[in-house]
């Protein structure tokens, strides 16, 4: 990873809310560097900052200190190289799927017969055609996701930044999106920042699996996934699968015990 | 979070997606994929019918009861005596003039207050600076009854229409600008960070996430708004008006001319609630995107 420039870097990110009189550190000097075509997730407890960081390489937040590189430039705004999924779909209500598709075309100046072409695209693409002109309402939870999908690809981004997008679905649901997010990734290998709670999902998902750790929130333990894995039911049931997914869990839920052994350089503060 | 945004949320104020009427029951419930859309629409038809025979039946029932009180000797007009004044008061003109003098001053009032509020009510809610400085004369021009306004409105502008259409336009335009204020703060954030990733500059957001955001409440505060315009006319059809259907029945009380008063009555209810139909329509079709439950 080192030999290649990142196309996403962190470096030395601390990001504080005011939280009343006092200050709230949600992240404490975090650094991750993501590689070109790298599929990293991040996975730790509730409140960790997850959102956060996300919302920074967004271009939603700005950090206290630190700074966010996407292509070696600062963050300084959202940028249409960066495609974003929200926790909660985040679809436009009053727009049907096609039309939420068609947002992100429209505000970049698409023309309208190439707008319909790529909405149409993306729509075939996640599986709605049927539901082009349904309004999110009428949805079940995995569709809406889909939807936000398409809409998030229809830009073309280089980079998808996703928080817990798969969150809210059944554990069905959850899975069949998982192996089609991974078909399309293997197709088009953009680079991904994938944030769940969900230890599996981190673990199938990623190259390289970021744990954090709240309180503050910092990043608390890396672990590499063997690139040449093939992500299948195979892997899935497979020893290492389980291996891999043990070794995850406890950093992230046995993080008081092991935090002497594992943080090295820095020491745990009690907050 | 300001005393604004407490009231807004009373018992005045239906938030949007509530249903805030007797009749919403008929509300879009979706318009469902599939096999259940069917079954669905049939129960829906179904309980609108037995709804409307309800109300058909209350609608006797009442006037029943109104009837053998008026002949037990209660200070009451018979429906009959009501029938025919009206048939009198619409065959020489005067219903018809009075009614038209009512809706126009209605319409007026209530045009300019909406066309007033949903601006200013979107300006407060995206600048706090605005805020700040409009939020006082709102909050205190609501506690004053627009009626007590009155005596100044006279003062001030004379005895002619601009008066009367004035504490309309006032009642409208409190109700109204409330309620667009509170849609404006109360957009999903993640909304508006959604346009933003994707490209959305504030002109954008403004005119492609917040407006329509807003819309369900602008319109419940348009509602409330007309029932206000609707309340505020009889007593504005006080300052010395020629025609009307408030000034109608107020001469009429003069004379103890009862029919004539319950004549104007039911006009003003019927106007208030074609009117109110009206919006609520628009408020079905403007916000069928909106998810109930
Ligand atoms: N705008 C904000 N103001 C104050 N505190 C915030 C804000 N955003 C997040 N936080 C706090 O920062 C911490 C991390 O939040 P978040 O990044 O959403 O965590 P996660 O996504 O990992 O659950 C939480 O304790 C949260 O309460
Ligand atoms: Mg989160």
């Not at chain 2, 208030?272 to 909106?290: H, K, P, V």
């Amino acid at each position: 990873m080192t030999s290649k420039p990142a196309k996403i870097s962190v470096q030395g990110v601390t990001k504080t809310f005011a939280l009343g009189r006092e200050a709230f550190t949600a992240l404490d000097d975090v650094s991750i560097d993501i590689a070109d075509h790298e599929f990293v997730t991040v996975v730790g407890p509730s409140g960790c900052g997850k959102s956060t960081l996300m919302n920074i390489l967004a271009g939603l937040e700005t950090p206290t200190s630190g700074r966010a590189l996407v292509d070696g430039v600062p963050v300084s705004g959202p940028g249409p190289e960066r495609g974003v999924i929200f926790q909660q779909y985040a679809l436009f209500p009053w727009l049907t799927v096609r039309q939420n598709v068609e947002f992100g075309l429209r505000t970049t100046g698409v023309p309208k017969q190439e707008r319909r072409a790529r909405a149409e695209h993306f729509i075939e693409l996640v599986g709605l055609e049927a539901f082009a002109d349904a309004l999110p309402k009428t949805l079940s939870g995995g569709m809406r996701q889909r939807c936000a999908i398409a809409r998030a690809y229809s830009v073309d981004p280089s980079i998808l930044l996703m928080d817990e997008p798969f969150g809210a679905l059944d554990a069905l649901t959850r899975v069949k999106l998982q192996e089609q997010l991974l078909r399309t990734w293997s197709r088009d290998r953009r680079t991904v920042l994938f944030i769940t709670h969900d230890v599996d999902e981190a673990v199938f998902l990623a190259n390289r699996v970021v744990v954090m750790a709240a309180r503050p929130g910092r990043v608390y333990d890396v672990v590499e996934v063997d690139p040449a894995v093939v992500r299948d039911e195979a892997f899935r049931l497979s020893p290492e699968f389980a291996a891999l997914r043990n070794r995850v869990w406890r950093s992230v839920y046995h993080q008081e015990g092991r935090t002497a052994a594992l943080s090295g350089s820095r020491t745990d503060t009690p907050s | 979070m300001s005393v604004l945004d407490k009231r807004g949320a009373g018992p005045g104020h239906p938030l949007p997606g509530q249903s805030s009427d007797a009749l919403d029951d008929t509300a879009p419930g979706g318009t469902g994929q599939g096999a259940g859309r069917t079954t669905r629409t049939r129960q829906r038809t179904g309980r609108r019918g037995l709804t409307l025979a309800l109300n058909a039946v209350s609608v006797a029932l009442g006037i029943a009861v109104w009837w053998l009180l008026a002949s037990a000797g209660f200070k009451l007009p018979t429906p009959p005596e009501v029938v025919s004044r009206a048939r009198t008061l619409i065959g020489d003109g005067t219903l018809g003039t009075d009614a038209l003098a009512s809706l126009t001053r209605v319409l007026i009032g209530f045009a300019l207050g909406t066309a007033v509020a949903i601006p200013v009510g979107f300006l407060m809610g995206w600048y706090g600076i605005l805020r700040g400085l409009i939020e006082p004369w709102i909050q205190f021009f609501r506690t004053i009854p627009p009626l007590a306004i009155l005596p100044l409105a006279v003062v001030a502008m004379g005895i002619d229409e601009t008066p009367k259409i004035f504490v309309i336009f006032l009642a409208a335009f409190l109700a109204c600008v409330i309620s667009t204020f509170q849609g404006v703060v109360s957009v999903d954030r993640t909304l508006i960070n959604a346009a933003r990733v994707l490209g959305a500059k504030d002109l954008t957001i403004f005119a492609r996430v917040v407006v329509p955001a807003s819309t369900p409440f602008i319109l419940v505060g348009m509602r409330v708004g007309l029932g206000s315009a609707w309340a505020t006319l009889v007593a504005a059809e006080l300052i010395a008006a020629q025609e009307g259907l408030g000034y109608r029945m107020q001469n009429a009380q003069l004379y103890y001319d009862l029919p004539t008063i319950f004549v104007g009555l039911i006009s003003i209810g019927i106007l208030g609630l074609l009117m109110d139909r009206i919006l609520l329509l628009a408020e079905r079709r403007l916000t069928r995107w909106q998810e109930r439950r």
